[in-house]
Structures are given as structure tokens and as C-alpha cells.
């Protein structure tokens, strides 16, 4: 199985910060990546899909990056809303895996 | 906008078979992967299983044996059987529907039901 590493598991930032989530893939997958954000009690969300496609009606504060084994995941301007935790996840192969999530707080 | 609905037993025997059933409205069957997902917060989130419209299937190694996805596009619903349950089946059950979005051939799932806890207690 492809082991999805991510970082930090959670931090807190101020409103108007950058915040940054790194995913690291256990082998090459390519771009075959989604990042989701998940509020409690709800399901997850996809908001970047293959890598550094914002998936439609998504704020364009959230972004993505990377290929191959490493993937970042940026919120520009951390807003109210964006408290969530936020999971990468890499399509490439079977079984589909997951990261492990961020918990994002504001400070 | 597809919309998926998990439903089925909140509470399940030790042992016992866990059932549960996505319904789907919005949208039609055809065309799209189905798929069920759990979350835990030990283990966080597990696939477990897709099916195709076509009655395509592929399970996750680590549940294979004791599981069954099947399809019932008369009821655009699909379903999903976990055998020989223990409490680490408890969980947070998801049904989602995908599709293969680039030259990936595995399915990617951007819609999601809301989720069903289901326990595994005597």
C-alpha cells in the first residue's frame, strides 16, 4: 500500500496568516492527488484535485502543489471558516490511502 | 447535484454482518464508480470498496474476505456488507461516488454522503 505521510497533524495560526500542509507519498504518484477539508460532523469536502486543480466553487485562497512524493497544501489567507481538518489522499494506486490529517485552528 | 444517503443499523453484534445501503438522487447510476469509505479516529480514513456501474468490483486486501459491495440500479441505490464484525469495525461509514478525473485508471471520489456511525457492541 502507498503510505501517505502528512504534516503537521495540527497547528493554529492567526486569521490573515499563510498556512502551509505538506503530504509526502511513500512512492511516486504522480499527481494523482486530492486534498479535502472535513468539519466536524460533516463529510469531507474535496478542494484540490489532481495535485493543483481547484475543484469548482473553491475559494481561490486554497492551493496546491507538488508531483511525484511531495505535495503541499496552502491556505493564502486563513479565514474563520477554514477551521477544519484537512486530509491529502493519492489516487495512483489501489488500495486508495489517506493522510493521516491537520487539524487547522485559529489562534 | 447527486446526493448520497447512507442508511442501515447504528448498532451491530459482535460477529454479526454489518449492512448498509447508499441511496442515490440527482443523479443516475451509469457512468460512475461507488464506493464505501470508514473513518476511525485511531485509524483515520480506510477505503474499503468501489463498484462500478458495470458491477465492476475492487476491495481494499485488508477487508476483502469479509466484504461485498453490490449495485441495485433499479433503486439507483448500492450496498455494502462487512461479515464477522468486531469493535474495530466501529466506525463512521461513508458512501461517495466517483470518477476517473486524468489518466489515472483508479477512480477518484468527490461526493460524499454524510456518514453513519455504526457500532460494533454486544
Known amino acids: 500500500d502507498i503510505q501517505m505521510t502528512q504534516s503537521p497533524s495540527s497547528l493554529s495560526a492567526s486569521v490573515g496568516d499563510r498556512v502551509t500542509i505538506t503530504c509526502q507519498a511513500s512512492?511516486?504518484?504522480?499527481?494523482?492527488l486530492n486534498w479535502f477539508q472535513q468539519k466536524p460532523g460533516k463529510a469531507p469536502k474535496v478542494l484540490i484535485f489532481?495535485?493543483?486543480n481547484l475543484e469548482t466553487g473553491v475559494p481561490s485562497r486554497f492551493s496546491g502543489s507538488g508531483s511525484g512524493t511531495d505535495f503541499t497544501f496552502t491556505i493564502s489567507s486563513l479565514q474563520p471558516e477554514d477551521v477544519a481538518t484537512y486530509f491529502c489522499?493519492?489516487?495512483?494506486?489501489?488500495?486508495?490511502?489517506f493522510g493521516g490529517g491537520t487539524k487547522v485552528e485559529i489562534k | 447535484q447527486v446526493q448520497l444517503q447512507e442508511s442501515g443499523p447504528g448498532l451491530v453484534k459482535p460477529s454479526e454482518t454489518l449492512s448498509l445501503t447508499c441511496s442515490v438522487s440527482g443523479g443516475s447510476i451509469s457512468g460512475y464508480y461507488w464506493s464505501w469509505i470508514r473513518q476511525t479516529p485511531g485509524r483515520g480514513l480506510e477505503w474499503i470498496a468501489y463498484?462500478?456501474?458495470?458491477?465492476?468490483?475492487n476491495y481494499n486486501p485488508s477487508l476483502k474476505s469479509r466484504v461485498t459491495i453490490s449495485l441495485d440500479t433499479s433503486k439507483t441505490q448500492f450496498s455494502l456488507r462487512l461479515r464477522s464484525v468486531t469493535a474495530a469495525d466501529t466506525a463512521v461509514y461513508f458512501c461517495?461516488?466517483?470518477?476517473?478525473?486524468?489518466?489515472?485508471?483508479?477512480?477518484?471520489?468527490?461526493?460524499w454522503g454524510q456518514g453513519t456511525l455504526v457500532t460494533v457492541s454486544s
Open positions: 463498484i462500478y456501474y458495470t458491477g465492476t468490483t
Open positions: 512512492q511516486n504518484i504522480n499527481y494523482y
Open positions: 461517495a461516488r466517483g470518477t476517473v478525473v486524468s489518466s489515472s485508471w483508479v477512480p477518484s471520489f468527490h461526493s
Open positions: 489522499q493519492q489516487y495512483d494506486n489501489l488500495p486508495l490511502t
Open positions: 489532481d495535485a493543483s
